[in-house]
């Protein structure tokens, strides 16, 4: 049985070049984002998926009804994080004050394969959030929230309810929640791999020797 808390802690301190490496021996091969970048360098989340479809449109095609963004955080739980699926908009789906209501409720962050806006708001609030694109003009009457809880597409990655996401520096991985005790016990291997690399390193061992030892680095 799958205690999702205790992958939680376990996965959050493993960078996501790490857990990358564990997907690959799970047949994972696509469950990172080139595309879907931190809005702050320093930010880093981890946490169970919520997921959001949302269909993209011109200006005027949908209602201010459509735009539910309200919808996507009451669905979310403390340590939660959103993932929204908005087919690369050019028109944001979030901001400021969806960041302030987030980070009261506890929720962990939000990804978005679309825009956003207000990055300082979103940093004043020290709410994490990953997004292909930044850009002032609202989704309003542009976006409509289709569906919360169904499985989704996001940077071609496949994401459902309950996958773990875990975003840093680096970018944004996706653990599918069925694999994640095998995940999680190859990342920490891995890991220990690192350290222990680093230090031969400090002794003075080449690069190409530990290359040859450790697989994974």
Same mark, same amino acid.
């Given at each position: ?5 205790e ?8 960078? %996501?070049?790490?857990?990358a490496?564990?997907l =690959?021996? *799970?047949?994972k ?13 320093g ?12 269909e993209?449109?011109?200006?005027? =095609?949908?209602?201010s ?9 009451? !669905? ?8 929204v699926?908005?087919?690369?908009a ?5 901001g400021?004050?969806?960041s302030l209501a !987030?980070t009261? +409720?506890?929720i962990?962050?939000? *990804? ?5 806006r207000?990055? =300082?708001e ?20 542009r ?5 919360i ?14 996958? *773990?996401?875990?975003?840093?520096s %680096? ?6 929640h +069925?694999?994640?005790?095998? *995940?999680l016990?190859?990342a920490?291997r891995?890991?220990?791999d690192?350290? @222990?690399?680093?230090a031969?390193?400090q ?5 190409? @020797?530990?290359? +040859?030892?450790f697989k994974?680095?």
């Amino acid at each position: 049985m799958i205690d999702i808390d205790e992958i939680l802690i376990g996965l959050k301190e493993i960078p %996501t070049a790490t857990i990358a490496n564990a997907l =690959d021996d *799970v047949g994972k091969f696509i469950n990172s984002s080139a595309s879907i970048r931190p809005v702050n360098s320093g930010m880093r989340m981890i946490g169970r998926a919520v997921t959001v479809e949302v269909e993209v449109g011109e200006a005027g =095609d949908f209602t201010s009804e459509d735009f539910r963004v309200g919808a996507m955080i009451d !669905a979310a739980q403390s340590g939660d994080v959103l993932v929204v699926a908005a087919n690369g908009a050019h028109a944001s789906i979030w901001g400021g004050m969806a960041s302030l209501a !987030a980070t009261v +409720k506890g929720i962990a962050g939000l *990804v978005v394969d679309g825009s956003v806006r207000d990055v =300082d708001e979103i940093n004043a609030c020290g709410f994490n959030v990953f997004s292909r694109y930044v850009i002032p003009t609202t989704g309003r009457t542009r976006l409509n929230v289709k569906s919360i809880g169904n499985e989704i597409s996001v940077d071609r990655i496949i994401v459902n309810s309950g996958d *773990v996401i875990i975003g840093d520096s %680096t970018g944004l991985v996706v653990v599918p929640h +069925k694999q994640a005790n095998t *995940v999680l016990e190859r990342a920490r291997r891995y890991q220990a791999d690192d350290i @222990e690399a680093a230090a031969q390193l400090q002794r003075g061992i080449s690069f190409t @020797e530990v290359m +040859k030892e450790f697989k994974r680095i």
